[in-house]
C-alpha cells in the first residue's frame, strides 16, 4: 500500500489504522502505483484552536474521504494523542466508506485494549465509566469496551507487588509434526529440521542451567513455567521426562507450571503422566475447531474424535487446569459450525477457553491462496458467540490482545472459570514481571518494578529464531557465550539493587 502522511504523525500508527481495513497489506519503500495496490493521503493541519485531519483512499478503481478536528483540550491528553485521534476519527470514516466495516475497536491499534482501560480505572473512573470513555473517545463498540475492563478487572486481582518482583520461565520447542495451513512457520515440520530434536534437547538443557543460573543471580523468585512451541508434546515420553526433570531440578512450587501440549495427535498417557508427576498444573489441548472438514482443510492431523480422546487422557492424568484453543473465522468454518465448537468444548467443562480469532500469517498457504475474508462476518458472529455463550457457562475474560492483520479487526480472549485463570499468559502479555526465555525463537523480557508513575523499563534478548542457528550457537562453546551475555545483560539492567522479595 502507498501512505503519502502529511503532517506531525508518525508513519507506523498510519500504517496499523490501514491495515484495519486492508489486512495484509505492505508498505515497501518506493512502491509503485498500480490498479491493485490501495493507496492513501493523510493530511493534518493544525492552529491555536484544534488539529484537523483529511484522509482519502483510494482502491478498486473507488475513492473515499473521511475528516475529523479535536479541540486541543487537555481532557484529551498531549498533543501527539490529540493528532492520533484526529487522524483515527477521519481514517475510520475514510475506511468505512470504502469497505463497509465499522471497525468493532475503533482507532484502538494496539495490542493490549485492556491497558486503555487500565488507565482509566486508574484515574478514578467506575468500571462503567471506562467502558464509556472508551466507546466514546476510541470508537469502541460498547461490547468491546466493556470486554477490554472486564479483563482489566481480573488482572488486577491477579497482579500483586509480590508478582511484580518475580519472573517467569519460558521453555521453547519449536516443532510440529505437520503444518497447518495457517501458520507461517514452515521449516519447523520438515523432516530435516525434525531429525534435530535430540541435539535440539541436549542444547536447551544447557540453556535452562544457564537462565536459571542468572535468575539466581538476579535474586528473584520463579511465579510460573510455561513450556510452547510449536507442539511440545512431539518430544518422547522420555524426552519430556529429562525436560521436566530439568526444570524442576532448578525451580519448585511454581505458582502455575503450564505444558502447551497442544496437538490432540501428540498427546499419550505416558507424557502426561510424566506432566502431572513432575508439577505441571495447567495443560492446553488444542482442537481448534469441532468440526471435522475444517480440520482436514488447515492441515491439523486429528479428527474430533481424537481430540475428545486426548482430552480424557488429559483429565485423568489429574493435572488441575485444562485449557483448549479455539480459532474463530477460520477458512471453510462457518458461524453455526464454531457455535457447536464451542457448545461442544464447554459440555467438557475445562477451566480454560481460549477463543482465538484468525489472523492472517504472512507465509502461510492461506495468505497465499488468499482464503480469508478480511470483514469476516463469521469471525464476528462466532466471537460475540463465545463472549456471550462463555460466561453464561461460568467463564469470564481475564486475557486479552490482538494482533495485525486479524480478520475482522477482532480479539483474542482467554476465558477461564473464577480462580483458574492461566497466569502466565496475564504476565507475559501486561508485562507484570521479567520472563527469562529458553530455546529456538525465545524472547526473554527484562520488565522493572513499577516507578511512582506506573512507568516500566523495557529491554528484550532474542534467541536465534530457526533450530539450526540455535545449534551453532550450542556447538560452538556449549552455549557459554550466550550464558555470560545474559548474565551480563540482566547485571546492567537491575543494577545494584535486584529485584527481590522484599523482606
Not at 520463579?222 to 511440545?232: E, F, N
Amino acid at each position: 500500500m502507498i501512505l503519502d502522511i502529511r503532517g506531525k504523525l508518525k508513519p507506523y500508527y498510519v500504517q496499523t489504522l490501514a491495515m484495519i481495513f486492508f489486512p495484509g497489506v505492505k508498505f515497501p519503500e518506493g512502491e509503485a502505483p498500480s490498479p491493485d495496490t490501495p493507496e492513501g493521503t493523510v493530511i493534518l493541519d493544525e492552529d491555536e484552536r484544534e488539529v484537523r485531519a483529511a484522509v482519502t483512499l483510494r482502491a478498486g478503481g473507488r475513492e473515499t474521504a473521511g475528516s475529523a478536528a479535536v479541540a486541543w483540550d487537555s481532557a484529551h491528553g498531549d498533543r501527539d494523542r490529540i493528532r492520533k485521534m484526529a487522524a483515527g476519527e477521519a481514517f475510520m470514516r475514510a475506511g468505512e466508506a470504502m469497505t463497509g466495516i465499522r471497525p468493532p475497536w475503533g482507532m484502538l491499534t494496539g495490542v493490549r485494549p485492556a491497558k486503555v482501560a487500565s488507565e482509566l480505572l486508574d484515574a478514578g473512573l467506575s468500571p462503567e465509566e471506562a467502558a464509556d470513555a472508551i466507546a466514546g473517545e476510541y470508537g469502541a463498540s460498547i461490547r468491546k469496551a466493556r470486554l477490554a475492563v472486564d479483563v482489566s478487572l481480573a488482572e488486577r486481582r491477579v497482579i500483586t507487588p509480590e508478582v511484580r518482583r518475580a519472573c517467569s520461565v519460558y521453555v521453547g520447542i519449536p516443532f510440529c509434526p505437520t503444518r497447518c495451513a495457517y501458520c507461517s512457520f514452515v521449516s519447523y515440520a520438515s523432516p530435516g529440521l525434525l531429525k534435530l530434536i535430540p541435539e535440539y534437547l541436549e542444547a536447551l538443557m544447557a540453556d535452562i542451567d544457564g537462565v536459571f543460573g542468572v535468575i539466581r543471580e538476579t535474586g528473584m523468585r520463579v511465579a510460573s513455567a510455561y513450556i510452547g512451541g510449536g507442539t511440545p508434546t512431539i518430544l518422547s515420553a522420555d524426552q519430556l521426562r529429562r525436560l521436566l526433570s530439568k526444570i524442576r531440578e532448578h525451580a519448585d512450587g511454581f505458582r502455575e507450571f503450564t505444558l502447551e501440549a497442544g496437538r490432540p495427535d501428540t498427546i499419550t498417557k505416558e507424557k502426561l503422566a510424566a506432566a502431572a508427576e513432575f508439577g505441571v498444573t495447567r495443560v492446553s489441548v488444542n482442537t481448534q475447531t469441532l468440526n471435522g472438514d475444517v480440520l482436514a482443510k488447515i492441515g491439523r492431523a486429528h479428527t474430533p474424535g481424537m481430540f475428545r480422546e486426548a482430552y480424557a487422557v488429559a483429565r485423568e492424568s489429574g493435572i488441575r487446569d485444562i485449557n483448549v484453543d479455539l480459532i474463530a473465522g477460520l477458512p471453510y468454518d462457518t458461524a453455526a459450525s464454531f457455535r457447536e465448537t464451542v457448545d461442544g468444548v464447554t459440555a467438557l467443562a475445562p477451566e480454560n477457553v481460549t477463543v482465538h480469532t484468525f489472523s492472517v500469517k504472512k507465509s502461510s498457504d492461506f495468505k497465499a491462496e488468499g482464503r480469508f475474508d478480511p470483514a469476516s462476518a463469521v469471525a464476528a458472529e462466532s466471537t460475540d458467540y463465545a463472549g456471550a455463550a462463555l460466561p453464561d457457562a461460568g467463564y469470564l475474560p481475564y486475557y486479552l490482545y490482538r494482533q495485525k492483520n486479524t480478520v475482522g479487526n477482532l480479539e483474542n480472549v482467554g476465558y477461564a472459570k473464577p480462580g483458574h485463570e492461566g497466569l502466565y499468559n496475564i504476565y507475559m502479555m501486561e508485562e507484570v514481571h521479567s520472563i527469562f526465555a529458553s530455546g529456538a525463537s525465545a524472547v526473554t523480557k527484562f520488565v522493572s518494578v513499577p516507578k511512582e508513575d506506573g512507568s516500566v523499563r523495557i529491554e528484550r534478548i532474542f534467541q536465534p529464531k530457526y533450530p539450526y542457528e540455535y545449534l551453532r550457537d550450542y556447538r560452538e562453546d556449549g552455549g557459554e557465550r550466550k550464558r555470560r551475555a545474559l548474565s551480563e545483560a540482566a547485571a546492567a539492567f537491575f543494577g545494584e539493587d535486584p529485584q527481590k522479595e522484599e523482606p
